[in-house]
């Protein structure tokens, strides 16, 4: 007789995910998702159909479009060599601690308003409205910002069809899918999150080969660290490149929003961290070796483009005569730019739901259809979507959409103040409630706390003061208005949302020991400990095979 034990566990390719898939939702503590939410809140739930396959290639293919293969090049613009490594390797760096950090709250809460209902429930409900509007506006501008980007990429092979046809195919493609379960959605981002990894590391491979030496005298090797200066513009041009990678290696926490609906949150979260690693190290960072190595930050291309010809991928691939694969890029980039639109559009739906299950937004948001579908949030942030990407069509909107757009950039630095300031306040209230949830059998914590949060909460407050610097005193340009707030706009939304907040309903500090530590609360089942149980009983290089699962 087979034990009981192996028939949970999810340690093989075959197994993980169609078991862990068929896990049922375990009961909440209570009636309510939310803290502070009343038996009258809207009705209905998302459904858990996020399988460990979906939450994994998200952790994988998250964020991989222009900010790796065309804002690289303005960081190598404006940092030179060391200060793109520099500046990628400390956002990179932040990302994996942000991640972790999230993850333990994240296990114990799995709720889809994620940070935003654990910073209401552990800190100030004025600090979660704050960080969720402006984490839901920033995601409506990514969904146009990536948009904008469309008719740019294809202009590089043809520039006869209007931006606005290009608009509407895009819209159609990302949008379409969020009227149909929530499964659509999952396998969509599996499929292109799968195509966006597999294509990448094969440009990665091709740039390894040159920087070996392929294409020979054509490409000057190692010409940044040999003949030109390591910081042209000085410490400046380095805090550039933090707005630069939190823009191409921020939004990590769609993860975290994602196992909101995910069949076994304490399984997923962790792993999908590891995956973040794999991304960070095998993609971004090695991206950055590569380009440094072959690509003069005074190359023509860099300077004198603004379209995907400054790529410097394609830059590099044309010295040495290769001309298939910069079209390869660009295809990449067009399958990026349908995910990172369809990601944004999934997270700022389901932190509208969320904020009205918490009573922050209208309460018709946090409606949920049968089939576990947000209709009235999807329906407001689709409407939201497409008059912020049309709005590009004229030079006057399109301005104003750059404004606007610039909430997205910054966003993530605030999100990232949130998250360690909320897991030292969650620590509190377990210990002044005498909770033992972080005590118990696999629960996940926080490696080396509080150094983590700290170094997490120091490092952002450098990079966010960094920004402010840049954005005031900025390298090409004199100081202006305008341009700080191009930059800046997240920062007076986020505090006017806050102290508007605070003043109309008269919040307080939540206090530690009457902090709610009951609503959304998953508990680790029988089946779940048997499944954990039996991963780590496991070889390491058993562990290490279950992370392949399609």
Known sequence: MQDPIEKTAAPTVQSADSELGQLKAIPLEDGNEYAGTSGSAPKGQL??????????????GANIGSGVYVSSGKALRYGSAPGMIIGY??????????????????????????????????????????????EWFGALTVVAAEGAVVPVVISYWTTSVPAAAWYTIYLVIVLGQHVLPNRVFAEFEFVTGALKVSITFIVLFVMLIICCGYGGSAIDRGYNYEHLSAFPNGFKGVAIVFLLAAWATGGQEIIAIA????????????????????????IYM?????????????????????????????????????????????VVLLIGLA????????????IQTAMARMGMFPAIFGKVDSLGRPLYSNLTCAA??????????????????????????????????????TNFCMHRALKAQSDPALEMKHAFKVPYFPLVPALLFGCTLFTLACTIYTSASPISDAPSASIFFQNMLCMPLFFFAYFAWKLWFRTKLQDPATADLKSGRRHLSEEDLATLDAYYAQPWWKRLLSYVTF
């Open 286 to 330: 090695s991206a950055c070796v590569y380009i440094t190595v072959l690509v003069p930050y005074t190359e023509p291309g860099l300077l004198g483009s603004s379209n995907v010809a400054a790529s410097p991928f394609i830059i590099a691939m044309g010295k040495v005569g290769i001309k298939v694969l910069p079209d390869i890029v660009n």
């Open 89 to 134: 390797g400390l956002i990179c760096t932040m990302a994996m601690m942000m991640l972790n950090i999230l993850s333990e709250a994240q296990c114990l809460f799995p709720t889809s308003g994620s940070f935003i209902d654990h910073a209401s429930r552990f800190v100030d409900p004025a600090l979660g409205f704050a960080i969720g509007f402006a």
């Open 384 to 421: 939201i979507s497409i008059v912020m990407t049309y709005i590009n069509c004229s030079t006057g909107g399109a301005i104003a959409f750059a404004w606007f757009s610039s909430v997205s950039a910054t966003t993530t630095f605030f999100a990232w103040l949130t998250i360690p300031i």
């Open 339 to 350: 995910g990172i639109g369809s990601e944004s559009m999934f997270i700022a739906s389901r």
């Open 47 to 60: 459904r858990r159909k996020f399988k460990t396959r979906h939450v994994q290639m998200i952790a994988l």
């Open 259 to 282: 196992s909101g609906e995910s069949a076994f949150p304490r399984w997923d979260l962790p792993r999908a961290s590891k995956n973040l690693l794999v991304r960070i190290f095998l």
